[in-house]
């Protein structure tokens, strides 16, 4: 980051910039020796991202450079250290754009705090959150086991520090905070579309069964009648506030392609169909990836899961990959007791059983989602690595 420093007084100066540069190794320190009068031609020449200006805080016309300043720069910040600033002279300052106004002599601490606070907001407008990925789960058969992949993969990729939303798209007789929770949801998808005018992130945090402080499930419609309330447009209300707060959106999805499944699965990054090892589950694939196909999806988009895997089936994934022109199947292992175990007590299998094939094989699918994000670099690289 750097911070353009400007006082009139040397002895001042040299302060300021000690303070700035101890406080990190990184930041440029200008310091610039004058008034208010020689912020814009500080601001043109050396683009700091930062400006501190002290000056007496008396005149108001001393506040046209700032005006330019913020209006010709409106990312540059400039705060100002005054040791004697009249009411009226900080009313103009804050609608000149000042960001901080501190009293002259400054402390260590408050021109710190100061900086601190703002190289904050600098790095919220500098790196907008990345957009959250969409995830759909869908059954090629009821039972495949969607509904327990898509909420267990949710509860380990939190686990691996990602901020996770599930939201329970099966209209009718959807039950997948069930799988991770056991308790009943006292909101669900059908009170917030009922609300969609007023939802926003807290609005929808506050909808959700929070399995963990960053996993959170928003339930199915109560009963068919809620269920009615749900439309296409709900879910692209949604699912564009989601991808902007969540790092996954995990979607399960009824079977039935009605026009809320189809507006989800459009709106996914990526579809996970799920089946089992058996020719009823394979023919019933075979059938969605041709509607998948239909809807002009791309074959990139959609990964089949072949869950309940036992190597001593007499289908092998081959077969599958054969028969359906699909490659590079995940396989998710059969274990009857311990995922039995985990759904009927409505807690994550990686909570019940951490060495437990399954938990392994999720973990695997939970690593294989997260970018292995690239080391971050320079001031702000920092900053977001201690943020
Ligand atoms: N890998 C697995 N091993 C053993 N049983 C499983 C596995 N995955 C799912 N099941 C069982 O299959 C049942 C159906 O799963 P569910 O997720 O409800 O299917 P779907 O959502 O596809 O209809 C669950 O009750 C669970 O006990
Ligand atoms: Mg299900």
Redesign the pocket.
Known sequence: MKIAVISPSARSLETMGNYLREDAADRVVVLVEGGMSKLRSVAEQQRPHLVVVEGMGRDVDELGPLEYVTLHYPRMMVVMLCSQHTPEFLINAMRAGIKEVLPAPVTRDALRAAVARLELKLRMVAQPRPQGEVLAFI?CK?GSG???LATNLGYQLAAAGKKVLLIDF?LQF???VLYVHDRKPATNLADVARNVQRLDSSFLAASLVHVTPNYGVLAAPEDPGQAMEVRPEHVDALLNLAVAHYDFVIV?V?RILDAVTLRALDKANHIFPVLQMTLPFVRDANRLLAVFRSLGYASEKISLLINRFEKSGELTPADVERTLGVSGLRTIPNSYAAVAGSVNHGTPIAQMAKNNPVTKALDDFAQSLVPHEEAASGWLGRLLKRA
């Open positions: 059954a009821g969607a509904t327990f099966n959807g039950d997948a399960d009824g």
